[in-house]
Every structure is written in structure tokens, then in C-alpha cells.
């Protein structure tokens, strides 16, 4: 059974950064696509930011040039880098995994990010 462990995320000032990390334990991070989404209140959760696991990028247009999304294949661990954070990044931030060879998604259980102005 994958369980995904986020941590990183607090209160900042506007233009700050932060750094989330998100563990993966259980097998197939191998074969797993790595993703951040944020969930605004009252709203669903959009994509942030995705990598495979040959390390190929993928970015919504409003976190582009601020946000960096990596993986370390060895602790089985993804990370998202958050720089010149705004007031409107604040929202909670949960970490997807989806293996490709079981087809199965898992969630973290999100973590609050906060950016004051």
C-alpha cells in the first residue's frame, strides 16, 4: 500500500520561498508520475506541477518561472521549490501519485501554505 507523507508547508511573506517535499513509501515509485495540486477554498484541485519518472517537467501557466518541481529517485521523495510566492499561491497543497503499471492514484493528505502580503 503507497502512503505519501508532504511536509514544508507554513507561513510566509510575499516573495518568499518554501520548499514542499512529499515521501513516497511501498513499491513502484519507479513507475510512478509525480504531481503537486492546490485546492483553493471552495474550488476543485488544480495541477501545479508533474514529473515523470525520467524527470520530464510539467507546469501550470501561473506557477511557470517561479516554481520547480524534482524528484529523487533514491529516497522515493518528490519536491516542489517555491520562490517569489504571491498572496493568491496561498492554498492547501496535497502530493498525487499515479503508477502507470497498476493504474492507481494515491493523495497525500495536503499541506497548507499561507502567503501573507
Known amino acids: 500500500q503507497v502512503q505519501l507523507l508532504e511536509s514544508g508547508g507554513g507561513l510566509v511573506q510575499a516573495g518568499g520561498s518554501l520548499r514542499l517535499s512529499c515521501a513516497h513509501s511501498?513499491?513502484?515509485?519507479?513507475?510512478?508520475?509525480m504531481g503537486w495540486y492546490r485546492q483553493f477554498p471552495g474550488s476543485e484541485r488544480d495541477l501545479v506541477a508533474l514529473i515523470s519518472p525520467g524527470s520530464s517537467t510539467n507546469y501550470a501557466d501561473s506557477v511557470k518561472g517561479r516554481f520547480s518541481i524534482s524528484r529523487d529517485n533514491s529516497k522515493s521523495t518528490v519536491y516542489l521549490q517555491m520562490n517569489s510566492l504571491k498572496p493568491e499561491d496561498t492554498a492547501v497543497y496535497y502530493c498525487k501519485a499515479s503508477n502507470f503499471e497498476t493504474r492507481r492514484d494515491y493523495w497525500g493528505q495536503g499541506t497548507q501554505v499561507t502567503v501573507s502580503s
Open positions: 511501498g513499491s513502484g515509485f519507479g513507475h510512478t508520475v
